[in-house]
């Protein structure tokens, strides 16, 4: 049996996952948990990596590996390989006047054009103008700046300081992926080049950044120190969402929403258009596609509350609101509980309305949470739409998908077919996928399980209702 390894590197912790080459099938796996905050030293991920590695019983047997992993952080590095600073994580938003000022000097749609990007405090650019603003001394020292699954890809491979690494700092060793540098806010999707001018504007000074490789390309081998063996392949690598796209086998024609604390919405596209609004991210795909992404802040956590609220667990409170009629007899979430990213506004709070003496019951309650949770992920899939693709199927992730509540009524809510992939980790699978595709030059097609599929009961009035209720923070 040959075996590949993926790892999804994300903000809580690091998962590596071992598969059968030929099927997919998971052979095994290990983990290990990240510092908590939005601004971590990179060498804690390299700890993590390591001992989730072990923990997966090691990579002697192991014939390639790839890595998954957050995307924006900003890992600035200086000549001997050292960060120069904690890196910033996508969710430190201290980095937000950086990015409205990046946006005052080149303008919003110059920027969309030139990178597929509007910046706001998640991308990497701005992290960087916040380093040259704030700790100009630091930004003075930085010779290489990378993302999180660059630098760790540059580990495994034997390189990093003189002091923790065989190979010592070679700082043009460092490579990415086409998925990962199109969050930068200083690469472009559609010319595949850096935008050094860019760059200088955000960190100040030119600095080397990591060689994009290709979908299937090999970023060399694991070092024999770490893998055990000397021919164990390195693959390219992907930003999370892109990752779980290819973990997902998601093609042209799929959407996917992700139901987690936060809700993305993306496509596989072969065009897109760039958005000035900056509410599409002209992201690029993990297989040579694009992948516009919408990020929305409020998703399963919005349930979490109001189970709490109810005092009952998940699954009560989805069978409570399949027990109420579609609309909830008028009730209305706009889950803005933690501000919002799309639309654009993180000042504000979440309104319930609609609400009557007799329709306020726990049933309706209930299912207006849930309606109201999916319906902001549906301003997101118009966001989508919008830009000309063409959805065949919407394959619904995370947690929060797995609630049949929750798959019955996004049936009602969006007017795409809906699919609900059996629960995975499919950053991991992703860059399994990678992994298998630097080892034999072909994609594999490992099989998706799709655990339920709801026939189709679209309930436009569902969408009328939040629509009318959400334009209230707009008007």
Known sequence: MTLVAG??????????????????????????????????????????????????????????????????GMVALDASGTAVHDALLWNDTRSAGAAADLISEF??????????LVPV???????LRWLRDHEPALAARVAAVALPHDWLTWRLRGYGTAASSPLGPVLEELTTDRSDASGTGYWSAATGEYDRDLLVAALGRDAVVPR?????????????????????????????????????????????????TSGTVFAVTETSVPDPTGTVAGFASASGELLPLVCTLNAARVLDSFARVLGVTHDELGELALAASPG?????????????????????????????????TRENLARAAIEGM?????????????????????????????????QAIAAQVFDVPVEIPEPGEYVAAGAAVQAAWALTGTRPEWPLAVVAAPAQDSRPGIRDA???AATAYVA
């Open 212 to 260: 994009v490789l290709g979908p299937g390309e090999s970023a060399g081998t694991v070092h024999a120190g770490i893998a055990g063996r000397d021919d164990c392949l390195v693959g390219p690598g992907a930003g999370d969402n892109a990752a779980a796209g290819l973990g997902l086998g998601a093609t042209v024609g799929d959407v996917v929403i992700s139901l987690g």
């Open 374 to 406: 999916l319906c902001a992920q549906g301003v997101g899939l118009d966001a989508i739409l919008a830009q000309g693709v063409a959805a065949k199927r919407l394959l619904l992730v995370g947690g929060a998908a797995q609630n049949p509540a929750v």
């Open 328 to 360: 909830a007899d008028g009730a209305t979430l706009v889950p803005y509980f933690e501000g919002e990213r799309t639309p654009n506004l993180p000042t504000a709070t979440a309104s319930l309305t609609g609400l009557t003496l007799a329709s306020t």
């Open 466 to 468: 939040y629509d009318a």
């Open 7 to 72: 790892v999804d590197s994300s903000t809580q912790s690091c998962k590596v996952v071992i598969r059968d080459l030929e099927t997919g099938a998971v052979v095994r796996q290990g983990r290990a948990s990240h510092p908590d905050g939005t601004a971590v030293d990179p060498e804690r991920w390299w700890d993590a990596l390591l001992s989730a590695i072990e923990q997966a019983g090691g990579l002697a047997d192991v014939a390639a590996i790839s890595v998954g992993g957050q995307q924006h």
């Open 107 to 116: 303008g919003a749609e110059a920027l969309a054009e030139r990178t597929g």
């Open 121 to 127: 405090a998640s991308f990497t650019s701005t992290k």
